[in-house]
């Protein structure tokens, strides 16, 4: 039987939402693995901004709101 | 240490910074077109600013301390750092 994933389950943010999603996991996946989504390129900031929010790309600025996981 | 100079370090290590992040995310996807641009670039600019750096202000890594005496010991030190932010 084939395991269709479902990518509606995967908390896909909203920098996600310009990403193919046939890019953001294998089209087969097993069960019982933990899976990190495909990072993409793209989104960058300037070398300024990179440094003051300790990553190159926006989608990875993520800070810790304690646990409410909201953007600032 | 005067703005000039403290100015020409922060771009450098936001250059630096740039560079590295390219180097973690090719480590993980290294045929990434987009990302092998992004790191020659990057890098380029590095030792671009590295190199004027070095030029007006003295080395930054021991390599590059020889010349006609000895330039590593002319200042300032680590201690001596007023650049702050």
Request: hydrophobic share 40%.
């Amino acid at each position: 039987m084939e395991y269709e994933p479902s990518l509606e389950v995967v908390p896909v943010v909203e920098m996600m939402e310009n990403i193919k999603e046939e890019f953001l996991f294998p089209q087969r996946i097993s069960l019982a693995m933990a899976y990190v989504p495909y990072q993409p390129f793209n989104n960058l900031y300037d070398p300024e901004t990179s440094l003051k929010r300790g990553t190159i790309f926006k989608a990875l600025d993520m800070p810790f709101m304690g646990g409410k996981g909201l953007r600032k | 240490m005067n703005n000039d100079r403290a100015q020409m370090l922060r771009r450098l290590q936001e250059a630096d910074f740039a560079m590295y992040e390219a180097v973690l995310y090719l480590d993980g996807h290294p045929t990434n077109k987009m990302a092998l641009a992004f790191y020659d670039k990057a890098a380029k600019a590095y030792c671009d600013l590295k190199e004027k750096y070095e030029m007006t202000y003295g080395p930054l890594t021991i390599q590059n301390a020889s010349g006609p005496s000895w330039t590593w010991i002319q200042g300032p030190w680590p201690w001596q750092n007023e650049m702050e932010e």
